[in-house]
């Protein structure tokens, strides 16, 4: 049973991944398990399921994978950095070419997300992350606890360099790290978050949102307007928001998610919380001249569809022991975390075309090596 499964995951690797091992250097200096399926499986049953290092030593062994120690089995982990990186780049790619996506130059995709420890009184650590889009590489993390101050959702987290292009979600609309990435040289996209940002004119009269909004009545409709967000000072940034209505059934999920959150948690929606729900409302800095509103939103857009690998990343990477002590070993840890994302988000787009063996026989016969 677990050598069929096995059969079907590497179905799903890209056809060189044997070769990237090699090239990468992952199975450098080992004495014993040299091929490069010995050293992954170990690896993805680690960081797939959760296991700690000592239980995944413990399980495959008894399972005849390979017989590994928690120490043998960390010193691998974190000598296929590399490897698990450029595992990373290939799927990534081979999912962009699936879904028509291209890009004329490169995103960094600020995120983070929340992980606890193992055991009863295990601490939650924030992960702080930024990926480059298209190339897929984790260019920075950082570690945080995950409250207190200071340790929250924010570009300052983040190191910015002139002429990066950031794009983050909601979490990240605050006007402190707008007003950080401005002072570097850096461009932002970030979705609105209407409840905390404040929006003013070039006369330095407030905005209305949504009474700008509004006037897009139909699905599709695009709008464009220019738009300071001013600090506690005299000095301002200038942007401009990039909006476009929702399909009605895209309004009708929203909607059915609000109603259902307000719901759990005993809170009363507000009318304008419903109505702000029609839009996809961006603020922007990329500049005009080389971004048009279309531009803005099917960049946007993109940022959305690789958001749902991350989504998928984010749950994974609740399970586990995080490596703290050593850089090399938690950026390892990531790229093996994003590895099973990516795979476990392969694995549920095939398994909606259905087969009645359930799995692709062209991958199944292109992943056994030739003799």
Avoid at 159 to 168: E, L, N
Avoid at 218 to 233: C, K, M, N, P, V
Avoid at 254 to 262: D, F, G, I, S
Avoid at 302 to 316: C, D, T
């Amino acid at each position: 049973m677990y050598d069929s499964d096995w059969e079907t995951v590497k179905s799903f690797l890209p056809k060189n991944w044997r070769w990237l091992a090699r090239r990468s250097k992952a199975l450098k200096g080992l004495r014993k398990y040299k091929d490069p399926e010995e050293v992954l499986r170990p690896l993805l049953i680690h960081l797939g399921c959760g296991y700690s290092l000592k239980e995944t030593a413990t399980r495959t062994r008894q399972a005849g994978i390979a017989n590994l120690s928690e120490v043998a089995l960390f010193k691998r982990l974190t000598k296929s950095k590399d490897w698990l990186a450029s595992l990373c780049i290939s799927l990534m790619s081979d999912w962009k070419k699936d879904h028509g996506i291209k890009y004329d130059f490169e995103y960094r995709l600020f995120d983070s997300t929340v992980i606890k420890e193992p055991g009863a009184t295990g601490s939650q650590w924030r992960i702080h992350y930024s990926v480059k889009i298209p190339s897929l590489r984790c260019d920075f993390f950082k570690l945080t606890p995950a409250k207190g101050k200071g340790n929250g959702d924010t570009l300052v987290q983040f190191p910015v360099r002139t002429g990066d292009y950031i794009v983050a979600d909601r979490g990240y609309c605050q006007k402190n790290g707008i007003f950080h990435a401005a002072s570097k040289g850096a461009y932002v996209c970030i979705r609105v978050n209407h409840t905390v940002l404040k929006l003013f004119d070039e006369n330095q009269r407030a905005l209305s949102l949504l009474d700008e909004v509004t006037t897009l009545t139909e699905t599709g409709q695009e709008l464009e307007f220019d738009a300071l967000i001013r600090s506690d000072g005299e000095s301002s940034v200038k942007g401009r928001i990039c909006a476009l209505r929702k399909s009605e059934i895209a309004i009708k999920e929203a909607h059915r998610k609000l109603r259902r959150r307000a719901q759990k948690n005993g809170e009363k929606l507000r009318p304008d919380t419903l109505e702000f729900a029609k839009y996809v409302i961006l603020f922007t800095t990329f500049p005009k001249d080389a971004f048009s509103t279309t531009d803005v939103l099917t960049g946007y857009r993109y940022r959305w569809q690789i958001e749902l690998v991350f989504k998928r990343f984010k749950q994974i990477a609740k399970l586990g022991h995080l490596p703290k002590k050593e850089d090399e070993s938690a950026e390892a840890w990531l790229y093996g975390k994003l590895l099973v994302a990516l795979l476990t988000q392969r694995m549920v787009e095939y398994a909606s075309l259905f087969s009645p063996w359930g799995y692709d026989l062209e991958r199944i016969k292109n992943s056994k090596p030739m003799a």
